[in-house]
């Protein structure tokens, strides 16, 4: 982190007296944000055409695997037609929360000079990588259109409901940076552990295949608090996704705003406990 960007995020509290504490914040969280999409992009070649190619590259392998050498059942589950825009409706997500969370561990560790800042709010440095990264998955959605067009197919009226998915995924990963990025400040390994831990989480995350393919092993699929969040997704953006009860879209979708409830919670005591030890660990 540079000292300009440095500069930039602590002059913010001051220049901004007349707002609210959790208006700063948001401030905060939206440079960071601004920052992180321009210092991730900006010397790579292609820039922010990354945010699409690289969730492109594992779906056009997922499709060659799952769609000709190992290819699912589709008359068992003929909710996942078409396969591509099922495929890259989880993928976006997927995108969205494996990057954000490891970009967000180190967090604290690579920004130790705002980290020391007297009243300086530390939650918001790895909030500021989750937004950045939402801004991304919000980029990229509108690229499921041409598959809709290509397949005739359209989304039903449960489309309202992808802005609900998107900001429950978002209190999850944000839960989860804080956690993570607090916990990497005591142990160094936690990074390490964090990029161990995204393979088998992507396999433990209906991604590419319908929560019901896991047959007797679905339950301990609610143990994964992304779980509902994908069924959410689904239920918004595929044309014949199952029902809210029979389903069983309803009830995941609950356990993961429970998830939401905890790990909010877990982050934010954590963060209370360690607020004035955490410039001594840096």
């Not at 300086?120 to 990264?133: K, S």
């Not at 690229?143 to 409901?161: A, C, F, K, N, S």
């Amino acid at each position: 982190m540079t000292s300009s960007k440095t500069n930039a995020i602590s002059r913010v509290p001051a220049e901004s007296t007349g707002s609210t504490p959790i208006a700063r914040r948001f401030e905060l969280i939206a440079l960071l944000a601004r920052k992180e999409w321009n210092i991730r992009y900006r010397s790579a070649k292609l820039g922010y055409a990354w945010a699409v190619v690289q969730p492109l590259m594992l779906m056009a392998v997922l499709l060659a695997v799952f769609g000709y050498v190992v290819p699912l059942d589709r008359e068992r589950f003929p909710e996942t037609s078409p396969y591509p825009l099922f495929l890259l409706s989880g993928l976006f997500p997927w995108h969205f929360a494996s990057v954000a969370f490891s970009s967000a561990t180190p967090s604290f560790p690579n920004s130790r000079k705002l980290v020391l800042l007297a009243g300086f709010p530390r939650e918001v440095l790895p909030l500021g990588v989750v937004a950045a990264h939402l801004v991304n998955l919000i980029c990229t959605l509108p690229l499921l259109i041409p598959l809709y067009v290509y397949y005739e197919v359209w989304p039903t009226g449960w489309i309202l409901l992808l802005p609900v998915a998107i900001a429950l995924q978002t209190v999850i990963l944000g839960a989860m940076a804080v956690i993570a990025a607090l916990s990497c400040v005591r142990f160094t390994d936690t990074f390490f552990l964090v990029q161990a831990l995204l393979l088998p989480w992507f396999y433990a995350t209906p991604v590419f295949y319908p929560r019901i393919a896991a047959g007797r092993f679905a339950p301990l699929l609610w143990l994964n608090p992304l779980t509902g969040v994908f069924e959410l997704y689904r239920k918004a953006l595929m044309p014949d996704w199952p029902g809210w009860l029979d389903g069983g879209v309803l009830g995941c979708v609950v356990v993961s705003c429970g998830w939401a409830i905890v790990l909010s919670w877990i982050a934010t005591h954590i963060l209370r406990r360690m607020q004035r030890t955490i410039a001594d660990w840096m």
